[in-house]
């Protein structure tokens, strides 16, 4: 087992990541001085796959252990899921000590989290994440969200986990496509903090699409530390950790001009690429960097073509987004692979005729 560590003060946290962890995590939790009950918070299909290792490795500490259960899907990060499970946590008379685990993806995480920052003014959460977005990416940093209407994401808290415990195992049973989410994720952390990282990725793509778990633990922990070394230097969110949006300026547009027909793995993508290109026309990532950026995104099955929207509809949407700071678009671009910043001063002609050149030559 590895481990990393979030420091933040008296918020800081573990993160451990290996094979075969969801069977010592009774131990583990027993160690950390947890007593008496724990809730686990999954979907069917987490559960059906990975809840009873989970539940014997806790009961078989002597654990009293209880399984709520939430659909799949993003519409259940909403007030009426978590009320629900609130009274499911009142009837089984959870406590302010009571762990609350979330087992699954960003959306249990997301909403698991939730509930635990909320449920008695903050109950210890514990993320097991089993996607390979949610190891790298949503279990860190303590981004805890539902969704309202048109707010996504935009009902939260900034609550922080008591532990992370990524186990590699189950990153077996994801489909391809929900493997590629994540490993979009993954590319955007070389290429933004981590040239070495971003030629390991290029060395090992096939590792890794045949889930070798060697593999699969060093992306996660590479990936893990470079979200930790950013949350721990601007926890809330108010300066560097917008660099984690890389590939999100335009991918979110792109989502929202295609009425959100691009999965949102498919969409970073594209905007990585997108944010590649207008460096690239600043003078910065160089021709050579750019095909890289383009080769990686390729080999994981993600797409590199400018989607078949008129660039206008893109540029809209843009200019619509949350990134819109002070009147300006806020783009993170490289200056080379593995080193992103922060600017406002992109203009819109340099984006147009980035997208132009973009969609010509595909
Ligand atoms: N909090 C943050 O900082 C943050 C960051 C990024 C994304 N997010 C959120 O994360 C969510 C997306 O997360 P996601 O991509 O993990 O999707 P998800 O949680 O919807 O999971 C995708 C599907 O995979 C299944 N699944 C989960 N683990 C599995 C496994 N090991 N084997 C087989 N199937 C498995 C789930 O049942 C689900 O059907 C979004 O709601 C997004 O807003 C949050």
């Known amino acids: 087992m590895k481990r990393t560590r979030v420091r933040l003060g008296r918020n800081s946290y573990d993160i451990c990541i290996g094979s075969g962890l969801l069977m010592q995590t009774g131990r583990q939790l027993r160690e950390i001085g947890f007593s008496d009950k724990l809730v686990i918070i999954t979907d069917p299909t987490v559960k059906g796959l990975y809840g009873n290792t989970l539940s014997q490795s806790l009961t078989g500490e002597g654990f009293k252990v209880t399984i709520l259960e939430v659909p799949e899907g993003e519409e259940q990060k909403s007030l009426d899921t978590a009320g629900r499970l609130y009274n499911e946590l009142s009837n089984f008379h959870a406590e302010r000590t009571t762990p609350i685990l979330a087992l699954g993806g960003g959306v249990i995480g997301d909403l698991t989290g939730f509930v635990a920052a909320t449920y008695m003014r903050g109950v210890p959460l514990i993320q097991m994440p089993t996607t390979l977005l949610a190891q790298v990416d949503s279990s860190i940093g303590g981004k805890v969200a539902l969704d309202h209407g048109q707010l996504k994401n935009k009902i939260g808290a900034f609550y922080q986990p008591r532990l992370v415990i990524s186990d590699i195992t189950t990153l077996k049973s994801l489909t391809t496509t929900e493997l590629s989410q994540g490993l979009a994720e993954v590319i955007k952390y070389a290429a933004i903090r981590d040239k070495g990282f971003f ?164």
Do not use: C
């Not at 970073?268 to 950026?293: F, P, Y």
């Open 199 to 362: 030629a390991y990725l290029e060395r090992n793509l096939e590792q890794i699409k045949s889930l070798d778990e060697g593999v699969l633990e060093d992306i996660v922990l590479r990936s893990a530390k470079i979200k930790a070394e950013i949350v721990e230097k601007d926890e809330l969110d108010f300066g560097l950790r917008h660099i984690l949006n890389y590939g999100h300026t335009v991918g979110h547009a792109i989502e929202s001009a295609s009425d959100f027909k691009a999965g949102h793995g498919e969409a970073v993508a594209l905007g990585m690429l997108a944010a590649g290109r207008i460096s690239n026309k600043l003078g910065m990532l160089s021709q050579n960097e750019l095909i890289r950026l383009k080769e990686v995104i390729q080999r994981v099955g993600l797409p590199t073509k400018m989607p078949s929207l008129e660039v206008g509809r893109i540029i809209q949407a843009m200019e619509f987004d949350k990134k819109i700071f002070e009147g300006k678009i806020r783009f993170i671009l490289l200056r080379s692979l593995g080193e992103a910043f922060i600017t406002d001063e992109v203009s819109p002609s340099l984006i147009e005729q980035a997208l132009v050149d973009w969609s010509e030559e595909t």
